[in-house]
């Protein structure tokens, strides 16, 4: 069929506006927006026929008119961002279903080979219509804001996309958890037990940064994802341990990462701090989680009877190199998988004595349990200290002292 035959043939559903009749020939590459090749095309037509062009005014069959209140779309979106600050944007909509079902009936009818769809129109033209109206740059891959138009009911949807920053925490305090611990008793609902808070811990690594954070991005919250966790009753000293943060909904972006620093640090000063280094992407969250660098630990190891530092010294040398197998821990068994993992120990050391116990530095692979390769967990990690020594052992304290991360620079 021709394209005037085309033409003829859509124009007998009903009255269609041009940027429905450009739109079901908007694939094409003439240069024209939808509204001009609609235009051009009726123009065509009633050449051809030999009839007076008649410009359309009266109400689409398709759309019902809606590219007419393209600029009352902007005005609402305009409206519904302010008070956000954002550079880029990127505007959708849902289509209402007659719509859809009305251009893809003629699509259909018609084998209409290079249709645009109603959807993509009506993003380009409100996206340009908003970016002209707040000067702000429509990105398709990363928008800083996600415009939802409901074609249906008229509302605007907001949607803020996060912002992400990478560093380095300290822990100085043990008895922190590194994220939010809901109560185990209420879930999170608020019970006696916690004193109607909710929380199984007042505070977290995840809340100590947070807190400032959430209150200078203006944002709705905030979400630590690390490198793995230290137990609750460790501290992360040294190096720190990398993490990136989620600043979920801000309402400001163009934080200064120097002053966030120096007030995370400020109001966490003595429990937990940061060294901010840079901004980060989503995608970095995943790679983050699953990084299996190795980890170096501090550990205090007390040992049932008399020992002498070279007897425990010489026991630490028989780990050190060795693989190591280790049945899922009894402490984490609830909420772990039972199964035996294979671990290495890099390199184990004596590095003195303090208040009668041991202080051992170890280097072991990423998901070695430390606590169970001196204490044995009743068999359960084979070999360990404990079962070289013939004698109970275990450890009083553990600090992480290296943790290795990402490209740390701009």
């Known amino acids: 069929m021709e394209i005037i035959e085309q033409v003829e043939a859509i124009l007998t559903y009903g009255e269609t506006c041009d940027h429905c009749l450009g739109r079901f020939f908007g694939k094409r590459s003439h240069g024209l927006s939808n509204d001009e090749r609609g235009r051009s095309l009726k123009i065509a037509l009633a050449i051809a026929e030999n009839k007076p062009y008649i410009p359309f005014s009266g109400t689409c069959w398709v759309c019902g008119n809606f590219f007419e209140n393209v600029p009352e779309w902007a005005s609402r979106v305009e409206e519904a961002v302010s008070g956000l600050e954002f550079s880029t944007l990127l505007v959708g909509c849902r289509v209402p279903p007659l719509i859809a079902e009305n251009e893809e009936m003629v699509w259909s009818d018609l084998s209409l080979a290079d249709p645009e769809p109603?959807?993509?129109?009506?993003?380009?033209?409100?996206?340009?219509?908003?970016?002209?109206?707040?000067?702000?740059?429509?990105?398709?891959k990363k928008p800083d804001v996600v415009i939802i138009l409901d074609a249906t009911t008229g509302i605007v949807e907001i949607q803020v996309n996060s912002v992400f920053f990478y560093g380095r925490y300290q822990k100085f305090e043990r008895g922190i958890p590194q994220t939010h611990w809901d109560c185990r008793a209420c879930k999170g609902k608020g019970c006696e037990k916690c004193n109607y808070t909710g929380a199984q811990y007042l505070d977290s690594v995840e809340e100590l940064i947070g807190r400032p954070v959430i209150e200078m991005f203006d944002a709705e919250n905030a979400v630590l994802h690390g490198a793995g966790r230290e137990d609750i009753d460790a501290r992360m000293v040294g190096t720190g341990r990398p993490f990136i943060l989620e600043v979920v909904a801000p309402k400001k972006r163009s934080i200064d990462l120097?002053?966030?620093?120096?007030?995370?640090n400020r109001t966490a000063e003595g429990r937990v701090s940061v060294a901010i280094k840079r901004w980060a992407e989503r995608a970095e969250v995943e790679t983050l989680k699953s990084n299996?660098?190795?980890k170096k630990y501090r550990i205090l190891v007390e040992v049932d009877g008399e020992l002498s530092m070279d007897e425990f010294a010489n026991a630490l040398k028989s780990l050190k190199g060795v693989t190591i197998y280790q049945r899922t821990p009894e402490r984490v068994a609830h909420r772990r998988a039972d199964k035996i993992r294979e671990r290495k120990v890099l390199d184990i050391g004596f590095a003195g004595q303090q208040d009668g116990r041991f202080i051992v530095e170890v280097l072991g692979e990423a998901g070695l349990y430390i606590k169970e390769l001196i204490s044995g967990d009743g068999g359960r990690t084979i070999p360990s200290l404990a079962e070289i020594l013939k004698r109970k052992a275990?450890?009083?304290?553990?600090?992480?002292?290296?943790?290795?991360?990402a490209k740390e620079g701009e």
């Open 118 to 140: 109603f959807k993509s129109e009506v993003n380009r033209e409100v996206g340009k219509a908003v970016s002209a109206r707040i000067s702000k740059v429509v990105d398709f």
């Open 258 to 264: 120097t002053v966030l620093e120096a007030e995370i």
């Open 292 to 294: 299996k660098a190795h």
């Open 394 to 405: 275990h450890v009083t304290s553990l600090d992480v002292t290296q943790v290795d991360g």
